[in-house]
């Protein structure tokens, strides 16, 4: 569904179920009976008006507009993006409202390549698809409080249609063409061009949304009225920051991962630093800007095995999994059928392996990409990945293959498709695997995508952003490792914003749902927010629906103050056991094939070793600053690690393609 291994932010097969993104293709809209003549005006809501009956929606949706409106890209008309938008539930009639001074919401899912209706259908729209196929109602909609407008961008994605040159070329034509569609939104709908403008989206929209506001900045009479921004689990900095850099938090976060053992804590410690990732976090944030880090790539294997990884870091993923094969079939590591003490004694070797490399040199086999490196450890060694799959989107989560949460079949129905006035000449997909035109550019990323990451211009778009009073929200779901909320912790304190360089005390007010339990974290200082909600994975909502629309409400539409930084105090308290950047995970884990066949509870007495394991490793590395041979204390948690439910030396290849959804 996202982001993953080493790769993208879409999907994954093993992850969700999903098969491996399709190439993009050409295609075009739809031209529908009643179609208006002349340009875009309001006389054109009728055309997108969604009146038809929907196959399998046998309950009430808000009233809604759903089709295809062109970017304006010239010699392109057939590069179109794909809406569907929602009148508040309740307020029937309310998109069309030019005298209204409601809010409105757009929303944009990631990839890049990844339809936007992932959110509609699996997150917070009114419509939720279960693995069957079925339809049902979502009581958490965000559309409870807010026009909310689904869009599948860039051009090419979902049911967005390009032609076979017209993908975009980098994000600032992605920008230009998601400006070219607002214009004829707001044709359409005229109230939307002054209404606030509450711009969302998830994972690699982190990268689509600061370009898109960017070009709304740069725009003398932008065609809509900006407001805030709000990125959950987004793609702002470089790969190695969202992705490379939090590999240890993670590990912190579920030490179930590395099986509470404290040689391979640190050794990814040891990693950690040779890397550079150990970047230290003040409050307020002191040595100015983070440098710049590059990840060190594997120096260990053939000359093609090198090449590979130069040419592209998919084929460098095959690469990696073959040699994982290779290696397990020449070692025996692979099978499943040996005896508990054999399995054991493989382990034993296998981790002289990693702590025999914790000498003061970067892992040759890996380099840094230490994302990567404990999910192969945590499919090869750790229950219950190495059951099922690690899902990089929600680690708890190790049921494999997954529930496959995916409105295919009913999007791709032709009754559906008619009603949406949907294309015809493309089928609808979760994912593509999406083609960055013609640029000239020879260094794109690891999605293929040309353009600079957002960090390198957050300073100057937060800048602006407090010139024109948008504010801008930050949120992550605690149990996403391949966005990890660390990563997102970095750019803030990277960015300056209000005159001063990130935020001034260390996110630790507690914020709560509306039944009082706990939802998370929030912190807020000069109009930027950061919120890490507790017990979600990359789809925020999806895991948490009641607190994302609770989040929706008080952070995004409101200006709720808990967590505001005001003088010496702050709004709602601190509390200083969040303030060390690590909010531990829950100690539940999840199994099975398609559904959750059983889970397993981390014993009490293995989280308290472990806990006093790593009070003393942290201790004696922030003395020392470098890494710790294994402790007393260290020995202690391993004895108590026999008696984790581990399952050893599954052998499997790690599935390594993944999008940020
Ligand atoms: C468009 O114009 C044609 C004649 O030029 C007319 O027959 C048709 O009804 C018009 N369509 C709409 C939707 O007004
Ligand atoms: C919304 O209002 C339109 C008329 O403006 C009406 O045709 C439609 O049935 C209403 N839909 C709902 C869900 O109330
Ligand atoms: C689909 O799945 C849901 C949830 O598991 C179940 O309640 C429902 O009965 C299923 N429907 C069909 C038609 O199988
Ligand atoms: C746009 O789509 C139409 C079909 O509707 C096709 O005939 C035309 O060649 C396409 N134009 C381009 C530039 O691809
Ligand atoms: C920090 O910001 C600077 C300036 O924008 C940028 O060059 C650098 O790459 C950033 N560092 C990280 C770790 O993101
Ligand atoms: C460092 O290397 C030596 C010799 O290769 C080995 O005996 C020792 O265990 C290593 N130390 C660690 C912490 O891995
Ligand atoms: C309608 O739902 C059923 C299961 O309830 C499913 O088998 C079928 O594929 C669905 N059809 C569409 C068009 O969504
Ligand atoms: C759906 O429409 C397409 C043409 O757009 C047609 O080829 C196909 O047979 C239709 N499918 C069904 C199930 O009617
Ligand atoms: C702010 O949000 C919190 C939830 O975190 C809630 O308990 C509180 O009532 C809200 N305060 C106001 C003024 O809305
Ligand atoms: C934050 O936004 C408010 C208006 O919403 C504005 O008055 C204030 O100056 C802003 N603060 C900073 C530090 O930009
Ligand atoms: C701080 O948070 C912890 C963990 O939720 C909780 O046990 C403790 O009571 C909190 N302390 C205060 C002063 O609220
Ligand atoms: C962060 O602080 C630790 C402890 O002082 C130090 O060892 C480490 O090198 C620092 N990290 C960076 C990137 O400077």
Redesign the pocket.
């Known amino acids: 569904m996202e982001l993953l291994v080493p790769l993208l932010l879409v999907l994954c097969t093993s992850v969700a179920g999903q098969v491996n993104p399709v190439p993009a293709r ?1 295609g ?1 809209p739809h031209e529908y009976p009643g179609i208006p003549n002349g340009s875009f005006s309001p006389a054109w809501q009728s055309y997108y008006e969604v009146t038809d009956s929907l196959p399998n929606v046998t309950f009430s949706l808000p009233h809604s507009y759903a089709g295809s409106i062109p970017v304006n890209r010239p ?4 590069d179109t993006l794909f809406f569907w938008g929602f009148d508040r539930q309740g307020a029937n009639g309310s998109l069309a409202n030019a005298s209204s001074t409601d809010p409105w919401l757009l929303w944009l899912n990631g990839g890049p390549g990844s339809s936007s209706m992932i959110g509609l259908f699996t997150e917070h729209g009114p419509i939720h698809v279960l693995a069957n196929n079925t339809l049902v109602p979502n009581g958490f909609s965000w559309t409870n409080l807010v026009d909310a407008i689904y869009v599948d961008q860039p051009v090419g994605t979902g049911f967005s249609t390009a ?2 040159t ?1 993908f975009i070329a980098d994000e600032d034509q992605m920008a230009d063409d998601f400006l070219g569609f607002l214009s004829n939104l707001v044709k359409i709908f005229p109230g939307l061009s002054t209404r606030p403008l509450y711009l969302t989206g998830e994972s690699y929209a982190g990268t689509y949304i600061p370009y898109i506001t960017k070009g709304i900045f740069s725009t003398p009479n932008p065609p809509v009225n900006l407001r805030k921004i709000a990125i959950g689990d987004g793609a702002i900095g470089s790969l190695s920051v969202f992705e490379e850099l939090p590999a240890l938090n993670v590990i912190e976060t579920y030490p179930q991962i590395i099986n509470y053992d404290p040689d391979v804590f640190n050794y990814f410690k040891e990693q950690e630093h040779l890397c550079g990732f150990d970047l230290n976090l003040t409050y307020p944030q002191q040595g100015g800007n983070f440098p710049t880090l590059n990840i060190v790539e594997p120096s260990e294997g053939s000359a093609s095995f090198v090449q590979l990884f130069a040419t592209g870091r998919k084929s460098w993923l095959q690469t990696i999994a073959n040699k994982y094969y290779a290696q397990s079939s020449a070692s025996g590591l692979e099978s499943r059928d040996l005896t508990p003490e054999v399995r054991l004694e493989k382990r034993e070797q296998w981790k002289r392996d990693l702590t025999g490399r914790a000498n003061g040199t970067i892992d040759p086999f890996y380099g840094c990409f230490l994302f990567d490196e404990i999910t192969d450890y945590a499919v090869n060694f750790s229950f219950p990945w190495n059951q099922g799959e690690f899902d990089v989107y929600d680690i708890p989560d190790g049921t494999g293959p997954e529930p496959n949460l995916d409105p295919f079949v009913f999007l791709n129905d032709n009754q559906t498709r008619a009603a949406l006035h949907a294309p015809t ?1 493309v089928d609808w997909e979760y994912s593509v695997n999406y083609p960055f035109g013609p640029a000239d550019n020879s260094s794109p990323n690891e999605f293929g995508d040309p353009s600079v990451e957002p960090m390198a211009f957050l300073t100057e778009l937060a800048s602006n952003a407090s010139a024109r009073n948008v504010s801008m929200v930050f949120y992550s779901g605690n149990d996403d490792s391949l966005v990890n909320h660390r990563g997102t912790e970095v750019v803030i304190q990277n960015m300056t914003f209000g005159g001063i360089q990130g935020f001034t005390r260390p996110p630790s007010t507690p914020w709560f749902n509306d039944d009082g339990s706990f939802a998370g974290i929030v912190h807020q200082e000069r109009n930027v927010t950061y919120v890490l909600f507790q017990g979600a994975g990359h789809l925020v909502a999806q895991w948490q629906p009641a607190a994302a629309l609770t989040f929706l409400r008080d952070f995004v539409l409101g200006s709720n103050e808990t967590g505001l930084v005001t003088g010496s105090t702050v709004v709602g308290g601190e509390n200083a056991t969040f303030a060390n950047d690590v909010l531990p995970g829950g100690n539940e884990f999840f199994f099975g094939s398609s559904s959750t066949a059983g889970t397993t509870t981390v014993p009490l007495a293995t989280q308290q070793s472990w806990a006093s394991f790593l009070a003393t490793a942290i201790a004696t590395s922030s003395q020392s600053g470098s890494a710790s041979t294994p402790s007393q204390s260290g020995n202690s948690a391993r004895s108590i690690v026999a008696n984790m439910p581990i399952t050893l030396v599954a052998m499997s290849v790690a599935v390594l393609i993944v999008s940020l959804l």
Do not use: E, L
Request: glycine residues 20%; proline residues 10%; aromatic residues 10%.
């Open positions: 050409a075009f010699g392109h008309p057939n032609d076979a017209g000449s």
